[in-house]
């Protein structure tokens, strides 16, 4: 019993020898290399602060309006026979539209053209017998005037004529007819058959509140701006494009709206392909001054935290840190920045998430990154 007591013990001990050395370390494999180092900061893309001129502009609801409107009324009173164009169609000045019943008007105009003819028969006999002394003047006169009367009896019986053939007044663009065959217009008034407008050009009309103007002029006086040149217009499209033809300004009316407290203001533009149409809403994107050494950067470096909008910089030391900042208006993609930047700063625009506040980054100039890819693209494209 003593002897296998004895190899049992023996048993354990080597067990928990082979235990401990395998616990232990085995030539340093599961140490770090006393060579390696850190991994190299994260590369950022950011930009150099830089000031310069600045256009500033104020987007301002407009209403579009048609360049010319016609209405095409029946000047004389009939049973509209025939329409002679196309609802929603472009239409010629003196293109024939409507075609209203004239034959009791031509035969008005034949007796009026006989009464004519027969009046000036009767002056010339009397013009002759006055020179024979058969009539005195009194006659004569009495005879003129008839004859005048006729005059204007056939002038009134061929324009009437004439109206029965109703015709547009400007060239543009018809609406739907208000009448149809066999309506009976011209009775009383002068019935109201369509609308033509031009919209080529075609005006937008905007207004403006009369206190931004108080303050914009208070920051002319002060310097701090310059009056922009106001004569070219932009025009924002409900769904945010800008329209490709600019505009421009026609009038700013100076006087205050006392029930809105806004100035009237009125632009024109071209309208060839006839894509504006009257009654539609836009901006009218209005360059109002310029500001000079204004400070601008892409509106993605821009983040919003607890404290208010701030940036990410790399300082001296190559580490990013937090910046409070102020912005302005927008010009384009780009917020204007007031107050927290100078010249020189390294705004990181792209790579934001990777540059956390006191770690070190890599700064590379916007744009660099994207040469360096398209550089890259082909080689890899002609390994393949």
């Not at 007819?177 to 066999?182: A, D, I």
């Not at 033509?196 to 207004?207: A, C, K, M, W």
Request: one cysteine or more; glycine letters at 8%; a neutral charge.
């Amino acid at each position: 019993m003593k002897s296998t007591t004895h190899i049992l013990t023996a048993t354990t001990l080597f067990a928990a020898l082979l235990v401990l050395t395998a616990c232990g370390p085995k030539g340093g494999g599961q140490q770090a290399p006393a060579g390696a180092s850190a991994p190299p900061p994260p590369e950022v893309d950011v930009i150099s602060v830089t000031s310069g001129s600045v256009v500033l502009t104020q987007d301002l609801p407009g209403r579009m309006e048609a360049f010319r409107t016609a209405q095409v009324r029946a000047r004389v009173e009939g049973i509209v026979e025939k329409r002679l164009f196309a609802e929603g169609s472009d239409v010629k000045a003196g293109q024939s539209l409507y075609q209203i019943y004239s034959a009791n008007y031509r035969a008005n105009l034949e007796a009026a053209k006989a009464d004519l003819e027969a009046a000036r028969q009767n002056l010339e006999s009397a013009k002759k017998l006055l020179e024979a002394k058969f009539i005195s003047p009194l006659s004569l006169e009495q005879t003129t005037a008839k004859y005048k009367q006729a005059e204007a009896a056939y002038s009134k019986a061929r324009e009437d004529m004439g109206n029965t053939n109703v015709p547009a007044s400007i060239s543009g663009r018809i609406g739907r007819s208000l009448v149809t065959e066999g309506a009976l217009v011209g009775r009383g008034d002068a019935t109201l058959l369509a609308t033509i407008e031009q919209v080529d050009p075609i005006y937008v009309n905007f207004t403006r509140p009369g206190a931004d103007l108080q303050q914009l002029q208070k920051a002319f006086n002060a310097g701090k701006l310059r009056q922009a040149d106001a004569a070219q217009v932009e025009l924002v499209l409900e769904d945010g494009s800008i329209y490709p033809h600019p505009g421009k300004l026609l009038f700013s009316n100076l006087a205050v709206d006392p029930g809105t407290g806004s100035i009237s203001l009125r632009a024109e533009f071209a309208n060839r392909d006839h894509e504006l149409l009257p009654g539609m809403f836009a901006r009218v994107r209005f360059p109002e001054s310029v500001a000079d050494d204004s400070i601008r950067i892409p509106q993605r470096a821009v983040q919003i935290g607890a404290q208010g909008q701030f940036v990410l910089v790399v300082d001296k030391e190559s580490k990013s840190a937090v910046r409070p900042v102020k912005t302005g208006q927008m010009v384009g993609g780009d917020f204007i920045i007031t107050e927290g930047l100078q010249v020189g700063d390294q705004v990181i625009v792209n790579g934001v998430q990777k540059a956390r506040p006191g770690t070190p980054v890599k700064p590379v100039p916007l744009g660099q990154t994207d040469n360096a890819a398209a550089a890259s693209a082909p080689a890899a494209t002609a390994q393949k």
